[in-house]
């Protein structure tokens, strides 16, 4: 019996994100999962944050990568749940250099 394919944590995705409501980042972008990979199994949803194409170098609350060729930044401070169903498909993951980073500024923003 194998099991059934579920998004993994920092996975980058095509998402439709529409839609939404005021200063909520819009339209189909891609993500990247943070949400572990015990939730993500289960679960119907998946905590994301969404990549941007427009750069903010001196926001504390974004990280620049490079997201499938193109210069992108991972919005931290977007950060949302989603129904599986809105992810379309993998593009790329995050380097463990990332990943590290990524953990200590949401860790730094929502946590203790």
Aim: glycine letters at 4%.
């Amino acid at each position: 019996m194998t099991k059934k394919a579920f998004p993994k944590r920092y996975e980058i995705f095509v998402a439709d994100l529409n839609p939404t409501i005021g200063g909520e980042i819009k339209k189909v972008r891609p993500v990247v999962v943070v949400s572990q990979n015990e939730m993500n199994q289960y679960l119907e949803t998946v905590v994301v944050c969404p990549l941007t194409s427009k750069l903010h170098p001196m926001w504390r609350s974004r990280i620049q990568i490079d997201c499938a060729g193109t210069a992108s930044e991972i919005a931290v401070d977007q950060i949302r749940t989603i129904s599986k169903k809105r992810l379309k498909k993998k593009i790329d993951s995050l380097s463990t250099d990332i990943s590290a980073q990524l953990r200590f500024i949401i860790t730094e923003m929502y946590g203790e």
